[in-house]
């Protein structure tokens, strides 16, 4: 049986959401793999430290006291023009709706102030849900078919990303025989891989057991 952790995480530092904190649920930890949300393409620069963020940074500290394998589970990059879109929609969302305004710097200000027990906590999962609820919303009340396809699209490809990222996980651990890997990925998507991984529970997906519960320390 392998055993995997999901630790919800930020790109960037803030505050108690840090280096040296994310390194340290790693030591505790002691992973065999590291699953990475990050497409096979962007593994060089991630191993590199070129990729910028924090959980390269943290996983560089902890392959060199261990040097477990780190896997990019994520699919392909969207194209520049998703991107562009999708930070276009966000401008516009950020612009009008004063509540996405107000839950934006709530989270930022919870992960700044209480770190990785925050990002994997169910106050966290509801903060983004009323987040993601509020975009969809102001979306709605701006009545643009543009900026609903966008939206639509963006909400399409990051479920297929959530699916693809859990199937490649599972997919590793028929192939390898390992006793416990960690999943980073951002605390955003964190409660739809929950959610994901209960519904596999439920078909009975044999060989792989996931701590979606316990404390990280």
């Not at 620069?45 to 500290?61: I, Q, R």
């Not at 401008?91 to 700044?112: A, C, F, G, I, W």
């Not at 975009?135 to 543009?146: F, K, L, P, Q």
């Amino acid at each position: 049986m392998t055993h995997i952790s999901l630790i919800g995480t930020v790109h960037a530092e803030s505050g108690c959401a840090n280096l040296a904190e994310l390194q340290t649920i790693l030591e505790r930890l002691q992973p065999d793999v590291i699953f990475a949300e990050i497409p096979t393409a962007n593994l060089t620069d991630y191993l590199g430290g070129s990729h910028g963020n924090l959980e390269p940074a943290a996983v560089a500290l902890y392959r060199k006291r261990r040097p477990v394998d780190v896997v990019p589970v994520d699919l392909n990059q969207p194209s520049d023009e998703f991107f562009r879109k999708s930070k276009e929609m966000f401008k516009m969302v950020e612009r009008t709706s004063p509540k996405y305004r107000r839950l934006m710097d709530q989270n930022s200000l919870d992960t700044h102030d209480h770190g990785f027990p925050y990002l994997n906590s169910d106050r966290c999962a509801q903060a983004w849900v009323a987040i993601y609820d509020e975009v969809r919303a102001t979306v709605e009340w701006i009545g643009d078919d543009r900026l609903r396809q966008i939206y639509a699209l963006w909400s399409e490809i990051n479920d297929r990303r959530e699916t693809g990222m859990l199937e490649n996980i599972n997919g590793y651990c028929i192939r390898c025989a390992l006793s416990h890997g960690v999943f980073l990925i951002g605390a955003g998507h964190r409660k739809a891989m929950v959610e994901k991984v209960q519904e596999q529970r439920g078909a009975g997906t044999p060989g792989v057991s996931w701590n979606l519960e316990r404390s990280l320390y």
